[in-house]
């Protein structure tokens, strides 16, 4: 039997959806909504691809449009950096969460 585990914040528990699971076969769980301890897996993935992507705009000065060509390329295995994760080679001063927006700086 398939499984499919998403968050309960409701994007994906309409009548639509649920019949679409019965029909399928699929069992369907939900997690506790905003709490993304659940998923950590799949969140930490999600936010190390979202600070590629950003480090790729950034650093080559690119509007914010080309967001999924750049998510697409982090995508990509980087085999220059043996030892190191992507992030653990940038160094940064860091601008706080509060003090930004999603596509703004962070250093």
Not at 31 to 58: A, D, F, V
Not at 86 to 91: I, R, T
Request: glycine share 6%.
């Amino acid at each position: 039997m398939n499984i499919l585990r998403i968050n309960g914040e409701g994007e994906f528990n309409s009548k639509e959806f649920n019949e679409y699971y019965v029909t399928r076969g699929i069992k369907h769980e939900t997690t506790t909504p905003y709490s993304s301890q659940h998923n950590c897996l799949g969140e930490r993935r999600n936010r190390t691809l979202l600070h590629m992507t950003i480090s790729m705009l950034k650093g080559k000065g690119l509007p914010h449009y080309f967001w999924c060509e750049a998510m697409t390329t982090a995508k990509c295995p980087t085999k220059g950096l043996k030892f190191v994760t992507l992030e653990e080679a940038l160094c940064y001063r860091h601008i706080p969460y509060e003090k930004r927006r999603k596509f703004d700086d962070k250093s």
